[in-house]
């Protein structure tokens, strides 16, 4: 079996001794096209600022998401920073007075390229998984 070194040094003496018709070899395929994050396209309500009262509630929903691929998309609803709901709504109940920061994020469970698959990820992105976020700002009042 010959060396990749030997390999190279017959093609530069082949090319200096004024041979052609050399190809280059293909590597193979090349990759298939990196799996794209879905978007959140349509939420109500539209406004980014939300204004309420205590004891008011108000229903914040995902109405669309696009994925290029069609894959399955999953959603999770975080409250200040805190887990408290998975699912294309969420219904909150103004019980704080403040301001308060309501975020859905929306992923899919295909591996990007270079990444390998994913299992069980309904329920929490994976780490480094990349996906697309939508916040409202809520003023709670007396």
Not at 62 to 88: A, C, H, K, M, P
């Amino acid at each position: 079996m010959r060396s990749l070194r030997d390999i190279a040094v017959f093609a530069l003496a082949a090319l200096a001794a004024g041979c052609v018709g050399w190809e280059p070899i293909e590597a193979g395929p090349e990759p298939g096209p990196e799996n794209q994050v879905p978007r959140i396209e349509i939420v109500d309500p539209a406004s980014r600022l939300m204004q309420m009262r205590m004891n008011e509630s108000w229903t914040f929903r995902v109405v669309s998401v696009s994925d290029f691929e069609n894959d399955d998309v999953y959603y999770q609803w975080r409250l200040n920073g805190n887990l408290i709901s998975n699912g294309t709504l969420y219904q909150y109940l103004a019980f704080q007075i403040g301001t308060h920061q309501l975020d859905v994020i929306v992923w899919d469970c295909e591996p990007t390229l270079g990444t390998e698959s994913y299992q069980a990820c309904q329920n929490e992105p994976p780490p480094g998984k990349r996906v697309d976020t939508f916040g409202w700002t809520i003023e709670v009042s007396p």
